[in-house]
């Protein structure tokens, strides 16, 4: 076995370090053929993977929900003797927020959003097709409020029920 002090290429053969590794992990656990342990655990890495992206992504929305309550509480809390010296309080918190989802939108799903020159300055009506998601909505009012404009939002009852 080699000791604390040795070396992989001390020896008579030089060995890669991943071939000393595995050769410690063999030492150490007493299992022989350790190797074809560690493929069959690479493989099974490779097979579960796209399971793992299904479950983990809703995860991590579910996640940034939480963070963003969380951070609108936070900024609640800080600066609540400046609500009475300021009328833009929140502009700083949505502005924070707004930047996160749109960060997350971009990197995990690709959002983009096109033609938001054509929304008129003042009111304007739009409608979603039927199968946006909750994240969609969210996205939108991101992109929306990082380009200075405002939207309120009608919803279905579920989109209240979310935590955030």
């Not at 493989?43 to 579960?48: K, N």
């Not at 963003?68 to 010296?85: F, G, P, Q, T």
């Not at 960060?103 to 300055?121: M, Q, V």
Request: one cysteine or more; proline letters at 5%.
């Amino acid at each position: 076995m080699i000791g604390g002090n040795e070396s992989c290429t001390a020896g008579p053969t030089p060995m890669s370090y991943l071939t000393c590794l595995t050769y410690i992990l063999g030492e150490w656990t007493g299992v022989e053929h350790i190797e074809d342990y560690l493929s069959y655990a690479v493989y099974l890495s490779w097979v579960l993977f796209p399971l793992a992206v299904v479950f983990l992504l809703p995860g991590v929305l579910v996640i940034l929900m939480y963070t963003s309550a969380l951070i609108v509480h936070i900024y609640k809390r800080k600066n609540e003797l400046k609500e009475a010296y300021s009328n833009d309080l929140w502009d700083g918190a949505k502005q924070m927020l707004a930047t996160m989802w749109d960060a997350h939108g971009r990197i995990w799903h690709g959002y983009e959003l096109h033609g938001i020159k054509n929304i008129p300055e003042g009111p304007a009506l739009i409608v979603f097709y039927h199968g946006a998601t909750p994240a969609d909505c969210i996205y939108f009012l991101a992109k929306l409020i990082l380009k200075k404009r405002t939207c309120l939002v009608v919803a279905d009852h579920f989109v209240f029920r979310l935590p955030g």
